[in-house]
């Protein structure tokens, strides 16, 4: 069920990043910004408005902090799969859930 959960928010993150990507991309859209020598240059991520700032932060922490969840879950999942395995092959009585 972690892993599961943990799955859950990672893809509400990725569909949150997706959507913060496009409103970037509009909000932006519009600004061209030139370089000394006439090339294109880039908007650094401390120019941009607070509000994408803090909303891509929280995005990627989210992201993260499912991912990590859904690894956690699954690891602890395949140690007790581990475990019964173990305990029935030993001739133990194990409860299946």
């Known amino acids: 069920m972690r892993a599961l959960t943990g799955a859950i928010i990672a893809a509400g993150a990725m569909i949150g990043l997706g959507l913060t990507a496009l409103g970037l991309g ?3 859209q519009d600004l061209i910004v030139r370089a000394s020598d006439g090339r294109l240059a880039f908007i650094k991520f401390s120019e941009m408005d607070t509000a994408m700032m803090v909303i891509l932060v929280s995005l990627l922490a989210t ?3 499912g991912l ?3 690894f956690i879950g699954l690891a602890y999942h395949h140690e007790r799969r581990l475990r019964e395995h173990h ?3 030993a ?3 194990t409860i299946d859930v």
């Open 26 to 28: 509009t909000r932006y």
């Open 63 to 65: 992201l993260l902090i």
């Open 68 to 70: 990590a969840i859904t």
């Open 87 to 89: 305990l029935h092959a």
């Open 91 to 93: 001739g133990h009585k």
